[in-house]
């Protein structure tokens, strides 16, 4: 059954979870792997891993599992025991990230052996619960170096995380010192400005707003917020099937 799992995994070209591939026939197929073999940490981690893939398979998408991972990953440690959890660690702080379960994420680090992971996973999850100058005083705590290596790694995590705020005073400080200071100035001025696109105010009178509802419904996987918008009236003689889906119709069109 984990074999067939990552055979669905694949579309008919031979890519990995790309459109085509099968998500749902992958996760049923490691279900039933660990039906078979509770006991086989292997299993239940690319199960965990897999259920933060969505359909299309977006990873951290809008249709992905986070709640069901993060209670699988929880469920190796009580099942099969602490140290066969320990290797999922990573993933498992990254799932907490991208659910918005930072504070879980605090105590989580508080029993990471790795020292990076251990100290990166904590400061994102200060980073967004509490700002920027509380993650950049917690990376004083580092000599130079390290806090660079820090700063990169939490930075790009903070991006992953659309939280652009936090996420340019981490490349900034992730640039301090550096040979590449200089060059790297222009992205983190330029990510200084961004906002994210639900965040900026939206006025009915303005054109522009159509555009910004259809993007936030296709990142949203929002079909029926995108039927408002668009009508997808025009189907093959004798259909009586309910219209394309609009948002794999969008994509394509995209």
């Excluded at 140290?83 to 990573?90: I, L, N, T």
């Excluded at 904590?122 to 700002?131: E, L, M, V, W, Y």
């Excluded at 939206?202 to 009508?231: C, H, S, Y």
């Amino acid at each position: 059954q984990a074999a067939l799992a990552g055979i669905l995994e694949y579309d008919l070209l031979g890519r990995l979870l790309r459109k085509g591939c099968d998500i749902d026939g992958a996760l049923a197929a490691l279900r039933k792997a660990k039906e078979l073999d509770p006991s086989n940490a292997d299993y239940r981690g690319s199960l965990a891993k897999l259920l933060t893939i969505d359909t299309d398979g977006t990873e951290y998408g809008p249709g992905a599992k986070l709640d069901e991972s993060i209670a699988e990953y929880h469920a190796v440690a009580s099942d099969i025991g602490e140290k066969e959890a320990k290797q999922f660690d990573g993933d498992l702080m990254l799932v907490l990230a991208h659910a918005g379960r930072f504070n879980e994420m605090k105590e989580l680090a508080k029993t990471v052996q790795d020292t990076q992971l251990r100290e990166t996973g904590r400061i994102i999850a200060i980073a967004a619960t509490d700002g920027p100058a509380a993650a950049l005083h917690e990376l004083g705590a580092f000599d130079a170096n390290t806090r660079r290596a820090y700063a990169q790694a939490i930075a790009q995590t903070l991006l992953n995380l659309r939280l652009y705020p936090q996420a340019t005073e981490m490349y900034d400080a992730a640039t301090q010192g550096a040979p590449n200071a200089s060059s790297a100035r222009p992205f983190i001025e330029a990510l200084r400005k961004t906002k994210r696109l639900e965040d900026l105010p939206l006025d009915e009178k303005d054109p522009r707003a159509v555009v910004q509802k259809m993007i936030l419904a296709m990142v949203r996987n929002d079909t029926a917020g995108l039927k408002k918008l668009f009508e997808f009236d025009v189907k093959p003689v004798g259909d009586d099937e309910d219209d394309e889906d609009p948002l794999s119709l969008m994509r394509t069109m995209t």
